[in-house]
């Protein structure tokens, strides 16, 4: 199996977890087994996280992104208090990105925030593993 490469030379490491009551994590399971399958190094931490979880597991296990899935409606109010607290933590280098049901209007306002990528209903899984490879890599790695 090819694996993927951040710019350092080592493997791509993300993060991947479901914050809020949302329970539904089909979903986040299935991206977090095609980007393994796609050499990068996935952390996911299941369900019900909250924002402070997600940070402080991203910060101790030095990933380059966090991958969240959001299918409550909570988006505004998760995705902001996540890119708060990086920011407080000093942490503003690991990109956020996610997907879920994130209504169009909000996508834009999710960018502004520092949110780098949101996939909504209707992403392949190929689409997703190409964000992050390119995102975190560069096109030549992998």
Request: overall charge negative.
């Amino acid at each position: 199996m090819a694996t993927a490469e951040a710019p350092a030379g080592r493997r791509i490491r993300i993060l991947t977890a479901k914050v809020g009551l949302d329970g539904h994590d089909r979903g986040i399971k299935v991206i977090s087994r095609a980007l393994r399958d796609a050499g990068i190094e996935v952390i996911y931490t299941g369900l019900h996280q909250t924002p402070e979880m997600v940070v402080e597991a991203a910060i101790q296990e030095d990933v380059d992104g966090i991958g969240i899935s959001i299918l409550s409606g909570a988006h505004m109010t998760l995705f902001p208090e996540i890119m708060r607290l990086l920011r407080e933590r000093g942490a503003e280098d690991i990109v956020v990105f996610g997907g879920g049901i994130v209504p169009d209007a909000d996508v834009q306002a999710l960018k502004e925030i520092g949110v780098d990528h949101v996939f909504t209903p209707g992403t392949s899984l190929d689409q997703a593993v190409s964000y992050v490879k390119e995102r975190f890599a560069g096109k030549a790695a992998v």
